[in-house]
């Protein structure tokens, strides 16, 4: 059974650090990880997706590697703006299901 | 702009009352949606997927008979809460994505809250 883990669980920063975000998972067969951002009350947005066959994916400030191997994906924000203050959720899909596992995610703050 | 479309945001009725929430996509065709619930600080769990034509498949311990689905067309979902309780209280999400190898996209999740 896929399980995923998020560390750290959460994470208070001043602004403009750079911070990495780490998720694990247990079964390697997995066709893509997908990084989501929710706000407090909201939906998941969308940040950044990697197939299994890829190594990482880059949108702005925002880094993600995959180590399928080990069972690891980390998400590297640079240089924190409070704007950043959300919850970042990994989740993903395993080869031959077509649903999403998720982590229980990382409370991030980032104060001026 | 928003892939998904998930409505009413937020939804505060009397105990026995049946809610439904609908999820729709835009601009793009969805023979398959997922239905997400989501306690306060937890992660989200899901709760079955919606598929165009047939029924629906639950995760194991959601009651069918309680969470209705259906997926009348290849653009709407809906999730109904049947003679819903206190402990229904909860975030209801829904997500679906382009193809199998794209993106997943949420819609803003419902607020339902049972007095």
Same mark, same amino acid.
């Given at each position: $059974?896929?399980?995923? *883990?998020?560390?750290?669980?959460?994470?208070?920063?001043?602004?403009?650090?750079?911070?990495?975000?780490?998720?694990?998972? *247990?079964?390697?067969?997995?066709?893509?990880?997908?990084?989501?951002?929710?706000?407090?009350? $909201?939906?998941? *947005?969308?940040?950044?997706?990697?197939?299994?066959?890829?190594?990482?994916?880059?949108?702005?400030?925002?880094?993600?590697?995959?180590?399928?191997?080990?069972?690891?994906?980390?998400?590297?924000?640079?240089?924190?703006?409070?704007?950043?203050?959300?919850?970042?959720?990994?989740?993903? $899909?395993?080869?031959?299901?077509? $649903?999403?596992?998720?982590?229980?995610? *990382?409370?991030?703050?980032?104060?001026? | 702009? =928003?892939?998904?479309?998930? !409505?009413?945001?937020?939804?505060?009725?009397?105990?026995?009352?049946?809610?439904?929430?609908?999820?729709?996509?835009?601009?793009?065709?969805?023979? /398959?949606?997922?239905?997400?619930?989501?306690?306060?600080?937890?992660?989200?769990?899901?709760? =079955?997927?919606?598929?165009?034509?047939?029924? =629906?498949?639950?995760?194991?311990?959601?009651?069918?008979?309680?969470?209705?689905?259906? !997926? =009348? +067309?290849?653009?709407?979902? /809906?999730?109904?809460?049947?003679?819903? !309780?206190?402990?229904? +209280?909860?975030?209801?999400?829904?997500?679906?994505?382009?193809?199998?190898?794209?993106?997943? !996209?949420?819609?803003?999740?419902?607020?339902?809250?049972?007095?």
């Amino acid at each position: $059974k896929q399980e995923v *883990t998020q560390i750290p669980a959460a994470l208070s920063v001043p602004e403009g650090e750079n911070l990495v975000l780490n998720c694990s998972f *247990t079964d390697s067969a997995i066709y893509n990880l997908q990084w989501f951002r929710q706000d407090p009350g $909201k939906g998941l *947005t969308s940040l950044l997706l990697i197939q299994s066959s890829q190594r990482e994916q880059t949108s702005g400030r925002l880094n993600a590697s995959l180590d399928k191997s080990s069972g690891r994906s980390t998400l590297y924000i640079a240089a924190s703006q409070p704007g950043d203050s959300a919850t970042y959720l990994c989740a993903v $899909k395993a080869l031959g299901y077509n $649903k999403l596992i998720f982590g229980a995610g *990382t409370r991030l703050a980032v104060h001026p | 702009g =928003a892939v998904v479309s998930q !409505h009413p945001s937020r939804v505060i009725c009397k105990s026995g009352t049946s809610v439904k929430i609908e999820c729709r996509s835009l601009d793009f065709q969805a023979t /398959t949606m997922f239905w997400y619930r989501q306690f306060p600080k937890q992660s989200l769990m899901l709760m =079955a997927t919606s598929n165009e034509g047939s029924k =629906a498949t639950y995760e194991q311990g959601v009651e069918k008979d309680k969470f209705l689905i259906n !997926h =009348a +067309s290849l653009t709407l979902s /809906t999730l109904t809460v049947t003679s819903a !309780h206190p402990e229904d +209280s909860s975030f209801y999400i829904c997500s679906t994505s382009v193809g199998e190898a794209q993106p997943q !996209h949420f819609g803003d999740g419902t607020r339902l809250s049972i007095l």
